[in-house]
């Protein structure tokens, strides 16, 4: 049996650990999509628990000499509801992309689970990236 319509991908690219070593803080760029608010919520939660320095910023705030900064997007579709189907989440150094995550469900409309809270949806995946920005 071949089910098409069932996958959910979770992808981590993790940041190199000699790069994690100097990590000494992370801003975040606000995204102006209300929407996700509870991930940049739970994106600061889950830098506090790792204890990794983080400060929320206006997408065009970012003070002069930051080095590391996160951006996060989202898609949404409809089925009865909306539901997410993408999050993505890329730490930068410098403006260059050096790690990140993403849950895509854009694959998964055939599953149950998919009007579950953004929380439910991407804390897992958020917590494994932030392993990897820890130093080792």
């Given at each position: 049996?071949?089910?098409?319509g069932?996958?959910?991908?979770?992808?981590?690219?993790?940041?190199?650990?000699?790069?994690?070593?100097?990590?000494?803080?992370v801003?975040?760029m606000?995204?102006?999509?209300?929407?996700?608010?509870?991930?940049l919520?739970?994106?600061?939660?889950?830098?506090?628990?790792?204890?990794?320095?983080?400060?929320?910023?206006?997408?065009?705030?970012?003070?002069?000499?930051?080095?590391?900064?996160?951006?996060?997007e989202g898609?949404?579709?409809?089925?009865?509801?909306?539901?997410?189907?993408?999050?993505?989440?890329?730490?930068?150094?410098?403006?260059?992309?050096?790690g990140?995550?993403?849950?895509?469900?854009?694959?998964?409309?055939?599953?149950?689970?998919?009007?579950?809270?953004?929380e439910?949806?991407?804390?897992?995946?958020?917590?494994?990236?932030?392993?990897t920005?820890?130093?080792?």
């Amino acid at each position: 049996i071949i089910l098409y319509g069932c996958a959910i991908r979770q992808e981590i690219v993790p940041v190199d650990a000699k790069v994690a070593a100097n990590i000494d803080k992370v801003y975040i760029m606000k995204n102006f999509n209300d929407r996700l608010d509870p991930a940049l919520k739970l994106i600061e939660q889950k830098l506090d628990q790792q204890s990794i320095p983080n400060e929320r910023v206006n997408s065009s705030q970012l003070p002069e000499g930051a080095r590391f900064h996160i951006e996060y997007e989202g898609e949404w579709n409809w089925d009865m509801a909306d539901y997410l189907t993408l999050f993505r989440m890329s730490l930068f150094k410098d403006g260059r992309i050096i790690g990140g995550a993403e849950y895509n469900a854009k694959t998964g409309g055939m599953r149950l689970d998919k009007w579950g809270s953004i929380e439910d949806k991407i804390s897992p995946v958020i917590d494994e990236f932030l392993t990897t920005m820890k130093p080792r």
